[in-house]
């Protein structure tokens, strides 16, 4: 089946006939330039997973009028299931790489509270309004899910099977098989937490260059599920 996997997601309830505006307008009129005649996928929040064609019938200086097609459940989503642990960095640094890491296909991300960490508050509704612009583009029809952790310690006595990206001599040659990996703030684990971390599994990547927490993310994600 040829799909063109790019979609708008709507709010709405479901409905034979669409009549949008604004931002929806702008998007599909003004940024992809569709025309009278162009099918269009849509997907609805309330089932994500049902892929909608419309069919635009008229367009006017304001609006454009979308006829119901067809529809078929088609999900899009990563085949690994990467789950991140990360340190808490700067918020802006966090949302800035959010859509590059659901078109990577990163399943989870669990925020930790570490000794470096910066004392932010995590909104997760707007990380969620990141998310939907960037699933949009790619394709995806999962949201990264979010939670958070008081320690470092925590998360290892929930989750001892995760791997720690660390300065280290084991270089990562091949992620196949890693379900969770842990990526520490700016400045890295303190000499406590290295301590605390002896038991797990260690790597690193083949770069003499030091990483920010987030290019580290961008780089550990890539690698194992690309």
Not at 84 to 93: E, V
Not at 150 to 168: A, G, N, Q, R
Not at 184 to 205: D, I, P, Y
């Amino acid at each position: 089946m040829d799909v063109d996997v790019i979609y708008l997601l709507l709010d709405e309830n479901k409905d034979e006939n669409l009549v949008l505006k604004g931002e929806n307008f702008k998007y599909l009129i003004k940024a992809r330039r569709h025309s009278i005649g162009d099918e269009i996928a849509i997907r609805y929040k309330k089932c994500i997973d049902e892929l909608n064609i419309y069919k635009i019938e008229a367009i006017d200086g304001r609006a454009v009028y979308l006829k119901y097609l067809s529809s078929n459940i088609y999900e899009v989503k990563s085949d690994k299931n990467l789950h991140i642990a990360w340190c808490k960095i700067d918020t802006k640094s966090i949302e800035k790489v959010l859509p590059s890491l659901s078109e990577i296909g990163v399943d989870k991300i669990s925020f930790i509270s570490c000794d470096r960490s910066q004392n932010i508050k995590l909104d997760f509704k707007r990380f969620e309004r990141i998310l939907e612009a960037s699933m949009q583009q790619c394709g995806r029809t999962t949201y990264i899910k979010f939670d958070t952790y008081k320690s470092i310690e925590d998360f290892i006595e929930e989750y001892p099977d995760t791997k720690v990206f660390d300065f280290c001599e084991n270089s990562l040659k091949d992620g196949t098989g890693f379900q969770r990996v842990l990526i520490g703030a700016e400045g890295g684990f303190s000499q406590n937490e290295k301590e605390l971390l002896t038991s797990q599994e260690v790597f690193r990547l083949d770069t003499p260059m030091v990483l920010r927490s987030e290019s580290a993310v961008m780089a550990v994600s890539s690698k194992i599920i690309l």
